[in-house]
């Protein structure tokens, strides 16, 4: 069930969902996060459910395993039990009960067996290696400032769904354009919230995303949330509408396993630099957090 983006309550479960990914380490209480929605605890639950369609520790709880996995196999040489406590669990104990009845194997087994790193754009299946990445134009190492950012947020299936990302694209312009929020300085971003081959398709998460300067009223389905100021790891790539996936297959499991640098808990996205396409190919640069 994806989220229904026009329901009155999305603004608030918006903001609870971005509190609880950024926080994934820390406990996450029901008071705690009625308060950021500002409902009373007793409806906040029910309206969460209702809106996403998940019930808001299954969601919890599903952020934080399916982060494990992707730090499991990003970063091989951090112990399970750091990445256990990383993503929120109390002890070893309850991570690998959890993790076991989720994946059917310890998270040393996922590690050892899962032979492809995997993320928010590859494709669902094992393929030909061969034919999953494409070479940068370039790759440099840039530290960016904290970014304030407006976004439209999609709720579902999106893989190789171009007119998707075109409305959304178009729908956050539009927003922007009609309060004069563009200028020659924005910039435009798509963060990928979950892991997409260990997430069901229906609860897959993407924002469409604007840069802003200085503070602006949103309400609905247009949020705000802050890139953190962070080193980042990134890839210049063109690319055809079946080709993202090869670009983000590159940086996870060529580049960054050999960059001698660790991935960090910051969001990954894209960042698309004004430059025209060229030859039905368009410039799109990978971001990958470092440290």
Same mark, same amino acid.
């Given at each position: 069930?994806?989220?229904?983006?026009?329901?009155?309550?999305?603004?608030?479960?918006?903001?609870?969902?971005?509190?609880?990914?950024?926080?994934?380490?820390?406990?996450?209480?029901?008071?705690?996060?009625?308060?950021?929605?500002?409902?009373?605890?007793?409806?906040?639950?029910?309206?969460?459910?209702?809106?996403? %369609?998940?019930?808001?520790?299954?969601?919890?709880?599903?952020?934080?395993?399916?982060?494990?996995?992707?730090?499991?196999?990003? +970063?091989?040489?951090?112990?399970?039990?750091?990445?256990?406590?990383?993503?929120?669990?109390?002890?070893?104990?309850?991570?690998?009960?959890?993790?076991?009845?989720?994946?059917?194997?310890?998270?040393?087994?996922?590690?050892?067996?899962?032979?492809?790193?995997?993320?928010?754009?590859?494709? !669902? =299946?094992?393929?030909?290696?061969?034919?999953?990445?494409?070479?940068?134009?370039?790759?440099?190492?840039?530290?960016?400032?904290?970014?304030?950012?407006?976004?439209?947020?999609?709720?579902?299936?999106?893989? %190789?769904?171009?007119?998707?990302?075109?409305?959304?694209? *178009?729908?956050?312009?539009?927003?922007?354009?009609?309060?004069?929020?563009?200028?020659?300085?924005?910039?435009?971003?798509?963060?990928?919230?979950?892991?997409?081959?260990?997430?069901?398709?229906?609860?897959?998460?993407?924002?469409?995303?604007?840069?802003?300067? %200085?503070?602006? &009223?949103?309400?609905? +389905?247009?949020?705000?949330? *802050?890139?953190?100021? !962070?080193?980042?790891?990134?890839?210049?790539?063109?690319?055809?509408?079946? =080709?993202?996936?090869?670009?983000?297959?590159?940086?996870? &499991?060529?580049?960054?396993?050999?960059?001698?640098?660790?991935?960090? +808990?910051?969001?990954?996205?894209?960042?698309?630099?004004?430059? &025209?396409?060229?030859?039905?190919?368009?410039?799109?640069?990978?971001?990958?957090?470092?440290?």
């Amino acid at each position: 069930m994806a989220i229904n983006r026009d329901h009155p309550y999305v603004e608030q479960i918006n903001n609870v969902q971005d509190y609880i990914e950024t926080h994934l380490d820390m406990p996450l209480t029901i008071k705690e996060l009625a308060q950021i929605a500002n409902f009373s605890e007793y409806h906040f639950q029910r309206i969460f459910a209702f809106v996403t %369609g998940e019930n808001l520790y299954a969601f919890i709880k599903r952020l934080r395993l399916e982060k494990a996995t992707y730090m499991l196999l990003a +970063d091989k040489k951090r112990s399970v039990i750091d990445i256990a406590m990383s993503v929120g669990f109390s002890s070893q104990a309850s991570f690998a009960k959890a993790f076991k009845a989720k994946y059917g194997m310890s998270g040393s087994n996922y590690r050892k067996t899962i032979g492809v790193l995997r993320d928010k754009r590859f494709v !669902g =299946e094992q393929l030909d290696q061969t034919n999953m990445s494409i070479e940068p134009e370039k790759i440099d190492i840039r530290r960016e400032q904290a970014i304030q950012l407006i976004y439209t947020r999609y709720t579902g299936p999106y893989k %190789g769904d171009g007119q998707l990302f075109s409305e959304l694209f *178009t729908k956050l312009y539009q927003w922007a354009d009609e309060r004069h929020l563009i200028s020659e300085n924005t910039r435009w971003f798509v963060i990928y919230h979950d892991f997409g081959n260990e997430t069901d398709e229906s609860f897959l998460r993407l924002s469409v995303c604007m840069s802003i300067e %200085g503070n602006v &009223a949103v309400s609905g +389905d247009i949020g705000t949330l *802050t890139l953190s100021e !962070g080193l980042y790891g990134v890839g210049s790539f063109r690319v055809d509408q079946s =080709e993202y996936n090869k670009a983000w297959y590159y940086m996870y &499991a060529k580049w960054l396993p050999n960059s001698g640098y660790r991935p960090d +808990d910051r969001f990954s996205l894209e960042h698309y630099p004004p430059v &025209a396409i060229q030859d039905d190919k368009r410039l799109v640069e990978i971001y990958i957090p470092i440290e």
